[in-house]
């Protein structure tokens, strides 16, 4: 079992900037940010393998969102940049445990987080 704690969410203006971060109690193939608005389903916002490269973004992001990991903290982050009010939502952390083509939906992934708030403000 992994367990995932996110931090770093807050309340910030249009156009600012948060680093969310996950701790996890293991190391995993990849981690992930998905992101659910009110109302809305899950979504995905980005990816990374162990090895940190290659990471994956959603379109909505790309360029405005940077995902990283430190392994020996076990510790994936997520910048978040240029924030526009339709980036709020809770942010969750997921880990999964391997590949199966698909880094866009959520049931590829084994361990989620708690979530933590992100509001942007206009």
């Known amino acids: 079992q992994v367990q995932l704690v996110e931090s770093g969410g807050g309340l910030v203006q249009a156009g600012g900037s948060l680093r969310l971060s996950c701790a996890s109690s293991?190391?995993?193939?990849?981690m992930g940010w998905f992101r659910q608005a009110p109302g809305k389903e899950r979504e995905f916002v980005a990816a990374?393998?162990?090895?940190?490269?290659?990471?994956v973004y959603a379109d909505s992001v790309k360029g405005r969102f940077t995902i990283s990991r430190d392994n020996a903290k076990n510790t994936v982050y997520l910048q978040v940049n240029s924030l526009k009010p339709e980036d709020t939502a809770v942010y969750y952390c997921?880990?999964?445990?391997?590949?199966?083509?698909?880094?866009?939906?959520?049931?590829?992934?084994?361990?989620w987080g708690q979530g933590t708030q992100v509001t942007v403000s206009s």
């Open positions: 997921a880990a999964r445990l391997g590949w199966d083509g698909n880094w866009y939906s959520s049931t590829g992934y084994n361990y």
């Open positions: 990374i393998t162990l090895s940190g490269g290659n990471p």
């Open positions: 293991g190391r995993t193939f990849a």
